[in-house]
């Protein structure tokens, strides 16, 4: 089946990935939509960045505070 | 008007006594960031990825942390306005070695993103969804596993990923202070997301038992 805006996964995983470090445009926002209906695998790796977003920012806080209390 | 300022500058001034931090000897504020030392040399080097420029940027801190104990106002962590110094003496080395950085460019292509996904652009491995460890001694091994998967992206790549994700700065930030297009820049973003993912699915959510 084809239909606009039809992407692969690997296409999708890109534009997952672009939106940590850029505002995606309209159409590739809608294209990560319409895949995600038919994609069982992109959500995951999407949660995976997500949670990697998360974990560099926790990171980013524990490399700069006394957050052990043992040093304190 | 004028009178008002003065007051409250007078004010201000004499509201603010010494605190705790600014009581400190030299020697003892010495000591204390002498014992940050090897925390900030693992930071700048993270960055720099070149241990003599991380020598220096560090050096250059513990320089600024003693000329400029006065700048500290004990209100924020010691260790936090260090850091925030340290950042700013590893920028300045990245633009004094911009041109010698570029060299250390590696050009893998898209090896890693051929590996996977297949040739019709499925995932040859189904994607799990990541649970991030909960309690603290687990999220200092997590942090550990996470830095050496930074550690391990190649030369210019890990630079720029650094620079996106500790120093926090935006990509035209990063164009200018590299002075390659944002283009460039997103790609060698893309490559290090990719390995970082793969480098944290290998060691440590892809390990069954922890």
């Known amino acids: 089946m084809n239909y606009p805006l039809r992407r692969t996964c690997r296409e999708v995983a890109a534009l997952i990935l672009a939106r940590e470090d850029r505002a995606l445009a309209f159409p590739e926002r809608l294209a990560i939509r319409i895949h995600f209906l038919v994609c069982k695998a992109c959500p995951n790796f999407a ?7 998360h974990a560099l920012g926790r990171w980013r806080h524990y490399s700069e505070h006394d957050n052990d209390p043992s040093q304190s | 008007m004028q009178q008002a300022c003065i007051t409250h500058l007078a ?15 030299l020697a003892e504020l010495h000591r204390r960031v002498e014992a940050l030392r090897p925390t900030l040399l693992r930071l700048a080097q993270l960055q720099l990825r070149n241990l003599a420029w991380a020598e220096d940027a ?13 700048g500290f106002n004990g209100k924020s962590q010691f260790k936090t306005w260090v850091v925030g110094i340290l950042k700013h003496k590893v920028l300045d080395q990245l633009r004094l070695r911009q041109r010698e950085a570029q060299y250390d460019t590696d050009d893998d292509g898209e090896v890693l993103d051929d590996l996977v996904f297949a040739p019709d652009g499925h995932f040859r491995n189904f994607p799990q969804t990541w649970d991030t460890p909960a309690d603290a001694l687990q999220q200092r091994q997590f942090f550990e596993v996470l830095e050496a998967c930074m550690d391990a992206l190649p030369g210019q790549i890990g630079r720029v990923f650094l620079m996106r994700e500790w120093l926090e700065l935006d990509t035209d930030a990063i164009c ?22 793969e480098c944290l699915q290998l060691n440590w959510f892809g390990t069954p038992a922890k």
């Open chain 2, 11 to 25: 004010l201000d001034d004499f509201a603010s006594p010494m605190s705790a931090e600014t009581a400190d000897t």
């Open chain 1, 47 to 53: 949660q995976e960045v997500r949670t990697l977003r």
């Open chain 2, 58 to 70: 560090v050096s250059e801190t513990m320089l600024a942390v003693l000329e400029g104990a006065s």
């Open chain 2, 176 to 197: 200018q202070e590299l002075r390659i297009s944002s283009t460039n820049v997103w790609t060698m973003l893309h490559r290090a997301r990719m390995r970082l993912r």
